[in-house]
C-alpha cells in the first residue's frame, strides 16, 4: 500500500483534458507545498514533469498543469496526445519522500 | 547536457552485497544532491535515500536504514549505492536522480540514471 493515493488508472480521447488525483495527508501534500509529478513510458526513466505543486521544468509542455486543494493534489493535462499515455506519479516530499502508487494514463 | 550514467546489470544470490554506480555529467556535481529510487517489476516507485556530494550528508527512508550505504567520490563525480543483505525482494531497477538540493534531501528529482536492473536468484 502507497502512502500517497492515486486512481489506478484513467483515459480520455486526444484533444480532451483529464485529471489525476494524489491524496495524502496533512503531514505531507497537505501541509507543504511539496509535491513533484513524473511521467514514465514503459521500459524508461521517469521524467520530472512538475514540482512545487505547480512549477514546470524548462522543457515541458504548458498542457501540464499542477495544483493542490487540501490534502489532494492534481495533475491536469489539456490537449491529450497519443504520446501522453505513460504511467504518472505523484510524490511529496518533506523530511521523506513519498510516492503514489502510479496512474495508467490511456489515451483512446 | 546534464545526465546522469548507471552500471550495468547485476545478478546476485540472495545474502550478497550489489553496489551501483551513477556518474554525472554536464553540472557542477556538488551543487545538487543525488537521490536514489527503485522499481520492483510491474510496481511503483520507491525512494531509498539521498546524499549530498557537497558535505556527504546523508538521509535514508526508514524501510533501508542500516542496510544501505551511499557514498560520493567528487573526483570522478559518481555516486554509489551499496545494498546489503539481499532478498528476492530487493529485485529491481535502481535508478539514481538528480536531487535539487545538496543541503537536505530528498526533493524533486531531475534527471534520472538509466536505471539498473538488480536480480537477486539463488
Known amino acids: 500500500q502507497s502512502a500517497l493515493t492515486q486512481p489506478a488508472s484513467v483515459s480520455g480521447s486526444p484533444g480532451q483534458s483529464i485529471t489525476i488525483s494524489c491524496t495524502g495527508t496533512?503531514?505531507?501534500?497537505?501541509?507543504?507545498?511539496?509535491v513533484s509529478w513524473y511521467q514514465q513510458h514503459p521500459g524508461k526513466a521517469p521524467k520530472l514533469m512538475i514540482y512545487?505543486?505547480?512549477d514546470r521544468p524548462s522543457g515541458v509542455s504548458n498542457r501540464f498543469s499542477g495544483s493542490k486543494s487540501g490534502d489532494t493534489a492534481s495533475l491536469t493535462i489539456s490537449g491529450l496526445q497519443a504520446e501522453d499515455e505513460a504511467d504518472y506519479y505523484c510524490?511529496?516530499?518533506?523530511?521523506?519522500?513519498?510516492f503514489g502508487g502510479g496512474t495508467k494514463l490511456t489515451v483512446l | 547536457q546534464v545526465q546522469l550514467v548507471q552500471s550495468g546489470a547485476e545478478v546476485k544470490k540472495p545474502g550478497a552485497s550489489v553496489k551501483v554506480s551513477c556518474k554525472a555529467s554536464?553540472?557542477?556535481?556538488?551543487?545538487?544532491?543525488i537521490s536514489w529510487v527503485r522499481q520492483a517489476p510491474g510496481q511503483g516507485l520507491e525512494w531509498m535515500g539521498w546524499?549530498?556530494?557537497?558535505?556527504?550528508?546523508?538521509n535514508f527512508a526508514q524501510n533501508f536504514q542500516g542496510r544501505v550505504t551511499m557514498t560520493t567520490d567528487t573526483s570522478t563525480s559518481t555516486a554509489y549505492m551499496d545494498l546489503r543483505s539481499l532478498t528476492s525482494d530487493d529485485t529491481a531497477v535502481y535508478y539514481c536522480a538528480r536531487d535539487k538540493s545538496s543541503l537536505w534531501g530528498g526533493n524533486w528529482f531531475d534527471p534520472w540514471g538509466q536505471g539498473t536492473l538488480v536480480t537477486v536468484s539463488s
Open positions: 496533512s503531514s505531507d501534500v497537505g501541509g507543504y507545498n511539496s
Open positions: 554536464g553540472y557542477t556535481f556538488t551543487s545538487y544532491g
Open positions: 546524499i549530498s556530494p557537497y558535505n556527504g550528508k546523508t
Open positions: 510524490s511529496s516530499y518533506t523530511n521523506r519522500v513519498l
Open positions: 512545487d505543486v505547480s
